[in-house]
Nanobody
Framework: QVQLVESGGGLVQAGDSLRLSCAAS????????MGWLRQAPGKEREFVAA????????RYADSAKVRFTISRDNAKNTMYLQMNILKPEDTAVYYC????????????????WGQGTQVTVSS
């Protein structure tokens, strides 16, 4: 079992940057592949980025490939999402999630979720 707490959201202008953090409680943080998903108003939740337990492998949605960077510090039990050149369409609640395995796969479920952090990008 792992508990996840996001932070770092806020209101920014288009073109600004934000770094989201996800702090995890519990042991063996590196045993969990981690990821960020987001949900905009009136839309379904969508995948943003994922990172393997070791941090060696990352995956991104097309919308995040150039502007976002996912990373993790296993010594601090924390995952990050650096978001640059933010656009109004990035406005959403961003969720941190974890899998029960250190290996990310689209066939595995996101087993653990944080409460979400709001990111609002004004034009």
């Amino acid at each position: 079992q792992v508990q996840l707490v996001e932070s770092g959201g806020g209101l920014v202008q288009a073109g600004d940057s934000l770094r989201l953090s996800c702090a995890a409680s519990g042991r063996s943080f590196n045993n969990y592949a981690m990821g960020w998903l987001r949900q905009a108003p009136g839309k379904e939740r969508e995948f943003v980025a994922a990172i393997s337990g070791s941090g060696a492998i990352t995956r991104y949605a097309d919308s995040a490939k150039v502007r976002f960077t996912i990373s993790r510090d296993n010594a601090k039990n924390t995952m990050y999402l650096q978001m640059n050149i933010l656009k109004p369409e990035d406005t959403a609640v961003y969720y941190c999630a974890a899998m029960r395995t250190p290996y990310y796969s689209t066939t595995y479920e996101w087993a653990y979720w944080g409460q979400g952090t709001q990111v609002t990008v004004s034009s």
